[in-house]
């Protein structure tokens, strides 16, 4: 137990680090600074990209993890699989855990989105800017609805992820460097959390449980092949890397689909390492609740281990460093508390979810009990997805290629799948180019 504990501080002295890098981002002086949007990479990271194989054009793919407050950059390497290149801490987010409904519910957008171009703003009040793409197809037709949702600087969040204009300005040459290189659109997954057992478990109790077992499936694929997921939409619903001879229509019945054979296969093996570890983590929680904080709560716990510090920023802090895992007579004391109006940091018409426990607190006023949720495995064929793996992301080291049994007993590489895994089937097309000439990822795309 001790150790967990001292993991657990470590954690959270890492998460109190705010917005500055562990890299060199916090040392540009902006002032210097002559053209933001051709300003390159820095030194150190075109080193990191070289010693990992990975073409200074070649595509990224960007990650969110809200409670984390992570964003990360993955590159496509020479073998066109993709490593992580950097991870920055989100200055700002707004809201809780859980994907934007409608405008002004201050949150900040869960799903998978595809960036083009068009979604660059040189011209951003915010410094530098990216439209995340919201609503997309998914979001559109599930009627929520929103506007202007981006990644941007100044490190001031009302439904945007915001980072530092140091960061932004890193970030944006990413995505255009990638665009230079070829790339038709960048794959943005914003997620949760890293969808793990441990993490799944510990939320099992949210409002939006089935929303992060639905995607979670494209977690999953992205963990087997290190290639972002083809991504649809049907039955008002996201599909991953599906293979049909139909069309997909957002609102419309799912046409006939499959997942590749090696790839279902390779799911199917990480499937069961999952439901070892769900199951095991459930057990571990027995009786346990996290409370998921407020954006207040969040903020609370910065400013206090700020106090006395001159910030040009001002952070909202991690749901993990304010969160709390507690009893559930515990968690029903605080809710009774608040209740009663009896705590000043109460949220005022904020959903105050138990995610670890069979109980939630639905309402700022009165108690309501939800029915407790049974894991990810049990509706797995149901839904057509497939549990997440059980094993966290290296954030600093190449990933090795992911490998699937054979017939004959032997191990080889999962097979990459036949559709573009860079964008959404709506994309643009690529330009014509010289084809003796075309790099390598270019064979990604669709002509």
Not at 19 to 26: G, K, M, Q
Not at 73 to 82: C, E, S, T, V
Not at 203 to 228: A, C, L, Q
Not at 305 to 311: E, M, N, S, V
């Amino acid at each position: 137990m001790r150790l967990k504990h001292i993991a657990f501080a470590l954690l959270v002295a890492t998460a109190l680090t705010g917005c500055n890098d562990t890299l060199d981002t916090a040392k540009i002086d902006l002032s210097t600074v002559k053209n933001k949007v051709q300003q390159p990479l820095p030194d150190t990271v075109l080193a990191d990209m070289q010693k990992k194989d990975m073409p200074r054009n070649s595509p990224i793919m960007i990650r969110i993890l809200k409670e984390e407050g992570k964003l990360e950059i993955w590159k496509a390497k020479a073998d066109n699989r993709f490593d992580i290149i950097k991870s920055y801490d989100i200055c700002a987010w707004s809201g809780k855990l859980g994907p934007k409904v409608k405008e002004g519910d201050r949150q900040a957008p869960e799903g998978f989105y595809s960036l083009t171009p068009a979604n660059l703003n040189p011209n951003s009040k915010y410094y530098l800017a990216i439209n995340t793409g919201f609503p997309n197809r998914y979001d559109a037709v599930n009627g929520r609805s929103g506007t202007n949702l981006m990644i941007h600087g100044a490190c001031s969040s009302s439904g945007c992820y915001s980072m530092t204009d140091e960061q932004v300005l890193e970030i944006y040459a990413f995505a255009r460097d990638a665009f230079k290189g070829g790339q038709t659109a960048i794959q943005l997954q914003a997620l949760p959390f890293r969808m793990t057992a441990d993490n799944m478990a510990r939320h099992r109790g949210s409002e939006n449980d089935s929303f992060w077992k639905m995607i979670k499936t494209g977690y999953d694929n992205f963990e087997v092949t290190k290639r972002p997921p083809v991504v649809d939409v049907c039955d008002k619903k996201y599909v991953f890397n599906q293979e049909t001879t139909g069309k997909f229509a957002a609102g419309g019945a799912c046409p006939a689909m499959s997942t590749p054979a090696p790839l279902t296969a390779a799911l199917t093996s990480y499937e069961k390492t999952y439901d070892l570890a769900y199951t095991k983590a459930v057990d571990k929680m027995d009786g346990k609740v996290w409370y998921e904080p407020s954006e207040a709560e969040r903020k609370a716990v910065v400013a206090a281990k700020r106090k006395g510090r001159d910030l040009a920023y001002a952070p909202t802090g991690t749901s993990l460093e304010a969160g709390k895992l507690m009893s559930q007579n515990d968690f029903q004391a605080l809710m009774a508390k608040r209740a009663a109006g009896g705590d000043p940091m109460k949220p005022a018409n904020t959903i105050m979810v138990a995610s670890a426990a069979p109980s939630a607190m639905t309402t700022a006023s009165t108690p309501k009990m939800l029915p407790a949720t049974t894991g990810a495995i049990g509706t797995a064929a149901k839904q057509g997805r497939v549990p997440a793996t059980a094993t966290a992301i290296a954030s600093a080291t190449p990933a090795a290629a992911p490998m699937v049994a054979t017939a004959d007993g032997r191990s080889s590489p999962v097979p990459l799948p036949a559709q573009n895994p860079l964008a959404y089937a709506e994309a643009a097309p690529a330009p014509a180019v010289d084809e003796s000439k075309k790099p390598f990822w270019k064979f990604w795309s669709k002509d």
